[in-house]
């Protein structure tokens, strides 16, 4: 089942906030987050994992909760290298690797 | 370090023609993956491998499409024959073996057109 994102596009002039949002109607072991600039390859931004563990390097945060099967990234004092569209990846870490199921994405536009 | 590779970067055919597409993931990563991008859509999970067994191919659409991953390095995707709403972004990623494989690094894709 594929995670549902919201809002589906937002613009931003440089240094405001934004939040996007991540929710699926399955139980989330682990919330993984990518940016993806228009014509290039999606980059790894940050993991939320089921217990609370996050791990990441950008600064954008996130949360994660569990009992709403929900997750949200965070981008406070926006610049204009965040615009891009970013994508919420849920599914599980096994040996094997990470199986992930993408949402339809968040479009992200920083304005000077 | 070298990121992931891809060829072609671009292609157009016809429909009912076959193609294929190469991937070169990064240097010891156990794990690849083959996604496939719709304009507008976020990455769709075509066929996961971990070294050059097959994990999870749910998603392949094996009437046409087909993918190996020969000696656990370079894998190759192929359709065939090509269909209209094959038209996409083919993306490769690459991660390590657990506990680090939650962070997939992805190529530069290929584009593929299909008229």
């Known amino acids: 089942q594929q995670p549902v994102q919201s809002p589906q596009a937002v613009i931003l002039r440089e240094g405001e906030d934004a939040v996007i949002n991540c929710s699926s109607s399955?139980?989330?072991?682990?919330v993984h987050w990518y940016r993806q600039k228009h014509g290039e390859a999606p980059v790894f931004l940050m993991i939320?994992?089921?217990?609370?563990e996050q791990k990441g390097h950008e600064k954008i945060s996130a949360s994660f909760n569990e009992k709403k099967q929900q997750s949200s990234l965070y981008l406070t004092a926006s610049q204009l290298s965040y615009s891009g569209t970013y994508f919420c990846?849920?599914?599980?870490?096994?040996?094997?690797?990470?199986?992930?199921?993408f949402g339809e994405g968040t479009q992200l536009t920083v304005n000077p | 370090e070298a990121g992931v590779a891809q060829s072609p970067r671009y292609k157009i055919i016809e429909k009912r023609q076959s193609v294929a597409f190469w991937c070169n993931p990064i240097?010891?990563?156990?794990?690849l993956y083959w996604y496939q991008q719709i304009l507008g859509q976020g990455p769709k999970l075509l066929i996961q491998?971990?070294?050059?067994?097959?994990?999870?191919d749910s998603q392949l659409p094996k009437d046409r499409f087909s993918a190996e991953r020969l000696k656990g390095v370079d894998s190759t995707l192929k359709i065939q024959p090509a269909k209209l709403e094959d038209s996409a972004v083919y993306l490769c990623?690459?991660?390590?073996?657990?506990?680090?494989?939650?962070?997939?690094?992805f190529g530069p894709g290929t584009r593929l057109t299909v008229t």
């Open positions: 939320l994992l089921k217990g609370g």
């Open positions: 399955k139980a989330l072991y682990s």
């Open positions: 990846g849920t599914g599980k870490i096994e040996t094997s690797g990470s199986r992930l199921t």
């Open positions: 240097s010891g990563h156990a794990t």
């Open positions: 990623a690459s991660s390590l073996a657990f506990p680090y494989s939650y962070e997939q690094y």
């Open positions: 491998f971990q070294n050059n067994g097959v994990v999870d």
